[in-house]
């Protein structure tokens, strides 16, 4: 089996704006698995741009989030990752299915979208060791 053969895993993170934790998530996991996994981020009713917070505390780790704009739900991929929506974020098709359990960024403090963003920080070093 050569490299052109070799299929990387898709790793799909949703939330229902599209704005805030699918959004460091992906960025989390772009940064840390490198081209490793392919990384998508979407929402079921997505909004129109990435929390302005989100982006301030992913920049304080290197990670920017500026050019991000949030995508409409439309893939399948190998590890679907939900982020604590419930109901608002459907099952989508996966291999994997995971929800997240995260406190929703909008509205909240900076201190508090730096403790959403280190605890996905530690989610998605756990899903990158068992994809890889």
């Known amino acids: 089996m050569t490299d052109a053969t070799v299929t990387k895993p898709a790793v799909l993170f949703v939330c229902v704006h599209n704005a805030g934790r699918s959004q460091m998530a992906a ?3 772009r940064s840390l698995a490198g081209d490793r996994l392919n990384v998508f ?3 079921s009713q997505a909004g129109y ?3 302005s917070a989100a982006v301030a505390v992913m920049d304080e780790e290197g990670i920017d ?3 991000a ?3 409409i739900l439309v893939r399948q991929a190998d590890a ?3 982020m604590g929506c419930g109901d608002a ?3 989508f098709p996966g291999k994997r299915y995971e929800d997240w359990e995260l406190t929703d960024p909008a509205g909240q403090s900076v201190d508090v979208v730096r403790e959403v ?3 996905i920080k530690a989610r998605v070093q756990s899903l990158i060791a068992s994809l890889v």
């Open 27 to 29: 960025g989390y996991l």
């Open 41 to 43: 981020s979407a929402g």
């Open 49 to 51: 741009a990435v929390n």
């Open 65 to 67: 989030l500026t050019g």
């Open 69 to 71: 704009r949030p995508q």
């Open 80 to 82: 679907v990752i939900t």
């Open 89 to 91: 974020c459907p099952i």
């Open 117 to 119: 963003r280190n605890d």
